[in-house]
Every structure is written in structure tokens, then in C-alpha cells.
């Protein structure tokens, strides 16, 4: 049966003594055993949020890495030296590292196997751009990203899989799907999924909405049937903000 997860995206903020500072808030706070929270600070604070974070149940996660496992990447992190830290999770396919760094779907579907490999978990980040929602030809746009990155993958592969749904005219902008938009996609995906693989894979996969979520408009997104929680950005930085979202899914 799936978890529920609330996972917040640090991005490029956030400084060593703000990090901490916000891990120490977000430790307090209690969530039942069916919810899993992520937080992802930047690289250079992955270490000292393990520490922070042992024994409790925040679960660290970093924002990127690298296909390759070591060489002459300069700037670059492996899966290994972040597995060698303790971590285990790793978001791939950000909208951001896709417009900015030329990521695509097949260059991820390298990185996601590479994180495989390493045994980690991967949150898989898609979406169709504002052109392609206003076209109407969104569905065609995401069935595409999930062929061409994931649906190679064996089926006991996808134990690794959660897929984050991020609209990228939705993040950072203030614009939300609308909870039946954000319904309407993720029961779409799953199906999918289920006609690549079968229905109880489907079941089972994570799917998570992210796109300017807030604690005003968080339960009616997470009420939604396969809405399974969120990825965060904006919000995910202030603790109470955060800790409303989950309190929320
Ligand atoms: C994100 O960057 O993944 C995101 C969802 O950002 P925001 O919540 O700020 O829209």
C-alpha cells in the first residue's frame, strides 16, 4: 500500500546555519506512520543534515546528480559520494535543472538508472510547459517523458520510483492545478503505468503533486483519489508553512 509523502525543495537556499536552523524546526513536529517527509537542502549541506536528522524520521534527499559514477565531470556530484554520506534518495528531472542545465528525458533515463544501481530512491520530476497545456496536448506530453525515461525500467525497479507531477507553468508562479486538473492527470499517469505494467504496480507507485502548493490550497490538492502528497518549493522554506502542508496531506 502506499505511503503519503511530503517532500520540500530546498533549491539554492538556505546557508549551513539556516539549514540547520530549519531542520531544528521541523524536528519536533509528529506525523503518523502512513507519511513519509523529505527535505532537500543543497549539496553542500547534505552532511550535517543527516546528522541533524538521525533517529528521527525526516528523511534527507539531495536535488541532482550526475549519470556517471566518477571522471572528469567538474562540478559534478556521483551517486556514490552521495550514497557514501547516507543518502539514499535523490531528486531527478527538476523542471529548473531541465530549462537550465539541457536536462531531458533521456539523459535522465541514464541518471535514473544510475541512481538504481546505487540502490537509491528516486523522486522523478515531469510536466508539460504552458504551451502545451493551452495546445491541449498535455496528456501526449507526459505520456512521452514517462516512455521515454521510466518504462524501461523492471518492474521491481519501481519499488524505487516515486514520480513527482509538476506542471511547470505551476511552480514557483503562484498558479496551482486545480485539484480536479491535478486528479484528472495523476489518475491518467497511473493508468498508464498499469497498461505498461499491471494495476497493482500502478497501485502501489507514489504520485506526487508539485506546483506553488501552500497550506491554503494543500488539502483540497491532497483530497484528490491519486494525489498521494506533494513536492514543495516556496513553501517548503518557512517551518510553519511546511509543517501546515503536512499536516494537511
Ligand atoms: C518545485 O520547485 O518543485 C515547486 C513545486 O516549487 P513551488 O512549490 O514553489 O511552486
Redesign the pocket.
Known amino acids: 500500500m502506499r505511503k503519503k509523502i511530503v517532500a520540500g ?1 530546498w ?1 539554492m537556499n538556505n546557508n549551513k546555519g539556516e539549514t540547520a536552523e530549519l531542520i531544528q524546526a521541523l524536528k519536533p513536529l509528529s506525523f503518523s506512520p502512513d507519511i513519509r517527509v523529505m527535505i532537500a537542502p543543497a549539496f553542500t549541506h547534505l552532511a550535517q543534515a543527516e546528522k541533524l536528522t538521525q533517529g528521527g524520521r525526516l528523511e534527507v534527499l539531495a536535488q541532482n546528480m550526475n549519470a556517471s559514477d566518477s571522471g572528469a565531470f567538474t562540478g559534478e556530484i556521483s551517486a556514490g559520494m552521495l550514497y557514501s554520506i547516507g543518502i539514499n534518495k535523490v531528486i531527478l528531472g ?1 523542471s ?1 535543472r531541465r530549462a537550465y542545465y539541457n536536462e531531458t528525458d533521456s539523459s535522465l533515463k541514464k541518471k535514473v538508472e544510475t541512481a538504481l544501481t546505487h540502490n537509491m530512491e528516486v523522486v522523478f ?1 515531469f510536466g508539460e510547459e504552458l504551451e502545451d497545456r493551452k495546445a491541449g496536448n498535455y496528456f501526449e506530453v507526459i505520456q512521452t517523458q514517462l516512455e521515454t525515461a521510466l518504462f524501461d525500467l523492471t518492474p521491481s525497479e519501481w519499488s524505487k520510483i516515486i514520480l ?1 507531477y ?1 506542471p511547470v507553468w ?4 503562484g498558479e496551482t492545478a486545480s485539484p480536479q486538473q491535478a486528479q484528472e492527470m495523476h489518475a491518467f499517469i497511473r493508468g498508464l503505468i498499469a497498461l505498461k505494467y499491471d494495476q497493482v504496480l500502478a497501485d502501489d507507485v507514489c504520485i506526487l503533486y ?4 501552500k497550506p491554503a490550497n494543500a488539502s483540497a490538492i491532497f483530497s484528490m483519489r491519486d494525489v498521494d502528497g506533494g ?5 517548503a522554506l518557512k517551518a510553519e508553512d511546511f509543517m501546515a502542508i503536512i499536516q494537511s496531506v
Open positions: 525543495n533549491k527538476h529548473e520530476c513527482a509538476e505551476a511552480i514557483g508562479t508539485g506546483g506553488s502548493v513536492l514543495i518549493g516556496g513553501a
